[in-house]
């Protein structure tokens, strides 16, 4: 089915909230938060907003002392990971209003809205820590990477060729592989990178840099929670949509985005960090593939991996109480970075 862009101005727009339907709907893009038909959305919302912080507020002055003190392994292995993490926030911000206009829940926009906002501070984060950490010609070099390592151009183009067909061709299973190529990228395209920095972190080293990466994935969990959300109300309401045919090509952008990250993660720690061999990196994505997958109801791709090999990386991730699971709400709280107070949800 081929989708219309939502209309800015819409006179004849339906303020019925069971009406409302996450694509396809006639809406008014008036948002009134007290007139909803997903609640779940305006909880995330303000759960998005409570989260708010500052990446200045971080100290990196150590961690520019430390930087210079890594072994070359583990210096190229966190500019890579920097350079990384750039181009994929920065396509985030660039990406998500493609999908919101696409959308037509106010509630669910606000979120995007959000998250757009969330993705350009961590940008900012990263040209933070690049500016306090590293000399300006390693700079340079970082903000290029992703143009010249031949495991970092694959990855991401992976990613961008999905949303560009998207762009190209909005028709809803494109929507549903755009929605898929989010979800894989917040849920499974970041962890080697977030886990090599809580191993630094486990030794002493790069300390603020952790706390920028704390915060930072506390933010992709609820970017995670918001598109199992969307992938959800989609497929409740236009079940036609996920045939047998989409589902495996689904599954299969998991399998090709696992043998990426595991690819990756082996290329950038090559069993030289302390607590993450190869045969922990791949059983650690796998591990979280299936965790992914389980939570928009598709079959595993890895039933024979069921323990979690690296539950220190939760423990030393964990803020205080972080939210792992929005939609089942196993934790309630959540922090206001302004001030460290932790409000319930």
Sequence with gaps: MELTKKKLFNERGDRDWGKRRMIGGNTTNLIELNNV????????????????????????????????????EERQSYDKIISFLIFLDSLQTANLPNIN????????????????????VHSQSYSYILDSVCPAE???RIYNEWREDEHLLKRNRFITDLYEQFIAEPTDRNLLKTIMANYILEGIYFYSGFSFF???????????????????????????????GIFREIHRENPEILDLALIEELRDMMRTAVEHEISWGQYITANRIPGLTNEIVENYIQFLSNERLRKINLAILYPDVVEHPLKWVESFSNMNGMKTDFFEQKVTNYSKSTNLNWDEL
Excluded at 45 to 72: C, G, H, V
Excluded at 101 to 117: K, M, S
Excluded at 205 to 217: D, N, R, W
Aim: aromatic share 12%; net charge negative.
């Design 37 to 72: 038909k997903y609640e779940w959305a305006t909880k995330m919302y303000r759960t998005m907003m409570n989260n708010f912080w500052i990446p200045e507020e971080i100290s990196l002055a150590q961690d520019a002392k430390d930087y210079k003190n890594l072994s070359n």
């Design 101 to 120: 206009e696409y959308i037509t829940a106010p509630e669910v926009n606000l979120c995007l809205t959000v998250q757009t906002f969330q993705e350009a």
């Design 138 to 140: 390693v700079r340079d």
């Design 198 to 228: 809580y191993a630094l972190g486990r030794q002493g080293k790069m300390l603020g840099t952790v706390s920028e990466i704390k915060y930072i994935q506390r933010d992709e969990l609820t970017h995670l929670a918001l598109f199992q």
